[in-house]
């Protein structure tokens, strides 16, 4: 799975702040593995994640599972799922940081996914 994110969070997610990934959908398939790219500036693919868990529930038990390591600030949280009666979370296991960015197109990809796309 390819998924477009800020590059304030990759930051978060390469240094371990952010060990969940959040979305307002569910991936329409069970994914092992989710490629990173760094919208703009950067707009590369900068690595990978292991996704060792989903959550799936009300957007406050979601985030009182995962305030510590979330790597957004409750206010945005708040933002991201108003209105909404559940929120996504993706579990990161093992990250990689690719030691090259590489280009949408190295993966035959013409433009940027808008949230994600299956790969």
Do not use: C
């Not at 990934?21 to 593995?33: G, I, L, T």
């Not at 799922?81 to 993706?90: E, T």
């Amino acid at each position: 799975m390819l998924i477009s994110i800020n590059p304030e969070y990759v930051e978060k997610i390469f240094s371990g702040k952010k060990r969940y990934e959040f979305r307002k959908v569910r991936f329409r398939s069970d994914v092992e593995k989710m490629i990173i790219y760094s919208t703009a500036p950067v707009q590369r693919i900068v690595g990978e994640a292991e996704i060792v868990g989903i959550i799936e529930d009300e957007p406050e038990k979601v985030w009182k599972m995962t305030a510590d390591y979330s790597g957004i600030d409750k206010t945005f949280f708040d933002s991201y799922y108003r209105g909404k009666d559940k929120a996504v979370v993706y579990k990161l296991g093992e990250i990689k940081k690719y030691q090259e960015p590489v280009k949408l197109s190295d993966f035959g990809i013409n433009f940027a996914p808008q949230s994600f796309i299956n790969t």
